[in-house]
């Protein structure tokens, strides 16, 4: 995180509205990617984009290191997805595609990938989405999650033995 970011999580947590704005703006796009992940669907995760941006607005102050303001954010994100499939008592099939990267795989493939990483628990399908679709260090997992590092390795390696057997079953 850069220092201008910086600077403007610390006016937020003065209570600038301004600066809280122009965070959100600079982060939207990451916020709704990692939204969709979670949540499969437009819908879905514009609400849970919603529902982040108020619970951080409420609890800037409570942030201690402006320097883990997307850490921070990305774990109450996390924290409202989950509250969302506990509220619902399942999961949804992905219904539109976010990357264009996604694309190199047959759609079929895709989807077996996503019923796989759906059926995953909670722990491990946060760990594969942060790693493998948002691109976080294992390390930075760690941080966002409350986690020592090697829970963290420990379920990487459980979730990626699991998602193999699951896939190999599927073909």
Known sequence: MDSLEINLVRQAQRGKKEAMEQLFLMEKEYLYKMAFLYMKNKEDSLDIVQECILRCIVSIKSLKQPQYFRTWMTRILINCAHEEWARRGKYDLAEEEVFAAEEAF?????????????????????????????????????????????????????????????????Q
């Open 106 to 170: 047959p759609r079929e493939e895709r989807l077996d990938l996503y019923q796989a990483i759906d059926r995953l628990n909670f722990h491990y399908r946060d760990i594969v989405i942060q790693h493998y679709f948002a691109g976080n260090r294992l390390n930075e997992i760690a941080q966002m999650l409350n986690m020592p590092i090697g829970t963290v390795k420990a379920y990487h390696s459980r979730a990626k033995s699991r998602l193999k057997c699951m896939l190999e079953g599927a």
